[in-house]
């Protein structure tokens, strides 16, 4: 089995910055691909970032290009959001995903985190 956990949300202002982190333990895998997702009151969850196993591969919700970088440590087990330039719009609660092996951006993912709350104000 495998345990995601979320931390660094939090509460910003417009304009600021947050770093999400996502640990990953447990059972090891090979040519996966994990996500952060989000899903604001109301709506769908959607993917906003993912990074491949090689870490050469990225993809990003139009919504945030320019604005959010993911990256993994794997030496850590662990990835990061990088956000910056926060709107409100960007308000959510944030997942971290895995999916082993990768089998798509836009496909089912198998282990998921519990989700840390991002509060942007205006």
């Known amino acids: 089995q495998v345990q995601l956990v979320e931390s660094g949300g939090g509460l910003v202002q417009a304009g600021g910055s947050l770093r999400l982190s996502c640990a990953a333990s447990?059972?090891?895998?090979?040519?996966?691909?994990m996500g952060w997702f989000r899903q604001a009151p109301g709506k769908e969850r959607e993917l906003v970032a993912g990074?491949?196993?090689?870490?050469?591969?990225?993809h990003y919700a139009d919504s945030v290009k320019g604005r959010f970088t993911v990256s993994k440590d794997n030496a850590k087990d662990t990835m990061y959001l990088q956000m910056n330039t926060l709107k409100p719009e960007d308000t959510a609660v944030y997942y971290c995903a895995a999916q082993t092996p990768f089998r798509g951006w836009g496909r089912p993912y198998d282990y998921w985190g519990q989700g840390t709350q991002v509060t942007v104000s205006s």
């Open positions: 990074i491949h196993w090689n870490g050469r591969s990225t």
């Open positions: 447990g059972r090891t895998f090979s040519r996966y691909a």
